[in-house]
């Protein structure tokens, strides 16, 4: 198991090849998305089962909301862009 890997996670494939791991956070596993020409972060709640942010415990709907706002504030001051979107990816 990798270092930060919650017990019964598994990452999808296609996330697993299209992005890199930065860092583990609290919940979630911060990814960047392998495409140069935008500063594309992930955040993928290390939660087994859970496929969309309503199946997340009201807990983990927060701290996931306060992960999204931290990850948000640092990548606006790294690139000093003036608006930051966020949304949920799901098939």
């Given at each position: 198991?990798?270092?930060g890997l ?33 500063p ?20 983990d ?31």
């Amino acid at each position: 198991m990798l270092p930060g890997l919650k017990a019964g996670f598994t990452l999808d494939a296609r996330l697993e090849t299209d992005s890199e791991q930065l860092m583990w956070l609290g919940l979630c596993e911060l990814r960047v998305m392998n495409d140069r020409r935008w500063p594309w972060l992930l955040l993928v709640p290390q939660r087994p089962g859970v496929e969309e942010i309503h199946d997340l415990t009201p807990l983990d709907q927060a701290m996931l909301t306060f992960e999204t706002n931290m990850v948000a504030q640092a990548l606006k001051r790294v690139t000093a862009c003036t608006k930051i979107n966020t949304g949920a990816l799901g098939n």
